[in-house]
């Protein structure tokens, strides 16, 4: 494709900006994933669930890339985490009753710090997949950039890259 102006030039890198974005997000959630599964869910089974709902690992999403103040974000986040309710045990999948959990990122901090013990459905250990996904970005976050730009042809010799949370 032949670019005639610098507005089309814009138009195009933008389009192509967000589909690296959208591919540093997902590879960021991919590892998450796996992260929670090793640390979240590795622990022996035990008590009134004889399998797991994996509803935690598989609430965390990306959004779709959007440019914001001349930046393209993407969020990952896991504020559509939804309890199921068990009529078996007469209890949400995670927390009872008696001591519900009042929010996701409640509930992540009950998962990363052993925050509240064993009364959510799971052992009260303490597995920081938080902090562990943190580390991985913090070593991988370079690479999955140039990685993700050569994958979707945008060549970039040298580039300052960073994220952050909210």
């Known amino acids: 494709m032949l670019i005639n102006n610098p507005t089309e030039f814009y138009v195009q890198a933008n389009m ?27 622990y022996q089974l035990t008590g009134d669930w004889d399998n ?8 965390w999403t990306t959004s779709v890339p959007e440019w914001i103040g001349g930046w393209c974000e993407s969020q990952i986040d896991n504020q559509s985490f939804d ?7 007469n209890a949400w999948s995670h927390g009872n009753n008696h001591k519900p959990v009042e929010s996701n990122d409640g509930f992540n901090e009950i998962i990363d710090n052993r925050q509240g013990g064993s009364n959510f459905g799971f052992p009260a250990l303490k597995r920081p997949y938080y902090d562990e996904w943190l ?22 010799e040298m580039a300052t890259t960073f994220y952050s949370f909210d």
């Open 16 to 42: 192509v900006l967000a589909k690296v974005t959208d591919g540093i997000a997902k590879e960021l959630l991919k590892a998450l994933q796996d992260i929670i599964d090793e640390n979240v869910y590795s």
């Open 52 to 59: 797991r709902t994996y509803e935690f690992k598989n609430s």
């Open 83 to 89: 309890f199921t309710w068990s009529k078996e045990r």
């Open 135 to 156: 580390q991985y970005i913090d070593l991988n976050f370079d690479r999955i950039v140039k990685e993700q730009c050569i994958a979707n042809n945008f060549p970039v």
